[in-house]
């Protein structure tokens, strides 16, 4: 069950949420003003609308020797976890739930899964092999040989042993062990390296290495020139021929995509426009039919291209079509701006008794405009 997200015409809208900093900043704001007894309820609809985020991170894990149902049971631990622990002021809720939950299934593999990877049958006959024994050592006064719990298990010898041999695998020496011999208190872990603190931080920098691949070269050497060789935008500026505020623009698309890849099990579609098309400004076409009328637009809406827009929604409102649709598919980014302007246009057609619908908006733009209240106009 999802958190219903009230729109301003009363309905409520329940739709799955990649980030969830939204939807949690509407939960903390219903939780601390609710009564006691309504509490456990918008708990219940929140954990509900956080369990997709849950299960991709536990699938994330599969194929390590533990059952996937166990690590999604984990998962939903740490989940409930950090939504009792979240304070709204400490900054995003998606991020600190995506910490707490890998933490939970790690200490999970850590305290109860097997530290080496073991076959699953033979697994299955370590444990076979450990009640026999149990069960031979109370019948009998002695310790049972490797070939009596063979003959009662109805396996061979070889296949005993190497099941006692995988048990080291679940519970191998500790690190803290003494070193036998030694004159002084000298244990296991003084003779290895010390704990590389950027260990846990391999599976993602794998992760991230693979999807910057699938970037455009443009937004790969702008990362790399502002991460890596620590340049200011200004200067990546300089060094493609456009603005800063394109570059960061551009930037911040390429974040917010790898954000949503790492995320996510499958990777999303990059919908950024080409250099060529990007630097080009706003096209704007129209086509009108059955009394409805498509203004179709592709580049970037910004305080650059506002002028235009704003000048083709007036046309379009003052032809008083039924329906005023506008696909917003090829558009990459909206800035204030822009943002604006679609608000005064909506103004204009409700004014005006035409009702107007934005289609096809990308990830990104969907975002910016539910934070700026137009997500009623999808």
């Given at each position: ?89 400490r900054g995003s809720f998606t991020a600190y739930a995506v910490v707490t939950i890998r933490g939970e299934i790690k200490r999970h593999f850590r305290d109860r899964a097997w530290a080496m990877h073991v076959p699953r049958h033979v697994k299955d006959l370590h444990l076979a092999v450990r009640r026999t024994t149990e069960e031979l050592t109370a019948e009998r006064p002695h310790t049972p040989t490797i070939t009596e719990i063979a003959e009662r ?226």
């Open positions: 069950m999802l958190l219903p997200m009230p729109d301003d015409r009363g309905s409520a809208v329940a739709e799955p949420l990649e980030d969830l900093d939204a939807v949690a900043a509407v939960y903390a704001d219903r939780y601390f003003s609710a009564p006691d007894g309504d509490r456990a309820a918008l708990r219940d609809a929140f954990v509900g609308a956080c369990l997709p985020m849950a299960g991709r991170l536990a699938r994330r894990f599969r194929g390590r020797g533990e059952p996937l149902d166990d690590l999604e049971q984990v998962a939903r631990l740490g989940l409930i976890k950090a939504i009792v622990r979240f304070e709204p002021d298990l109805g396996v061979n010898e070889d296949e005993v042993a190497d099941a006692m041999v995988s048990g080291g695998g679940y519970s191998p020496m500790s690190l803290n062990s003494p070193v036998n011999g030694s004159e002084q208190t000298i244990e296991l872990g003084d003779l290895l390296g010390g704990t590389d603190p950027a260990l846990e931080l391999v599976d993602d920098r794998v992760t991230v290495a693979g999807l910057l691949q699938r970037l455009p070269a443009r937004e790969r050497q702008m990362l790399a020139m502002r991460f890596q060789g620590n340049q200011s935008q200004s200067e990546i500026a300089a060094t493609f021929g456009i603005s800063q505020m394109q570059v960061s623009r551009l930037l911040a698309r390429a974040l917010a995509w790898l954000r949503e890849a790492m995320l996510s099990d499958e990777v999303p579609r990059w919908t950024g426009a080409s250099a060529a098309h990007e630097l080009a400004g706003l096209d704007i076409t129209s086509r009108g039919t059955n009394g409805v009328l498509t203004l179709r637009c592709r580049g970037e809406i910004d305080r650059d291209s506002a002028r235009r827009l704003r000048a083709a929604l007036r046309q379009a409102v003052a032809a008083r079509p039924q329906q005023l649709t506008v696909d917003l598919s090829g558009v990459a980014l909206v800035d204030a701006a822009g943002v604006a302007v679609l608000h005064d246009g909506v103004t204009a057609a409700e004014r005006a008794g035409v009702r107007m619908r934005l289609a096809g908006v990308q990830p990104y733009v969907r975002h910016i405009l539910d934070v700026s209240g137009l997500g009623t106009s999808f």
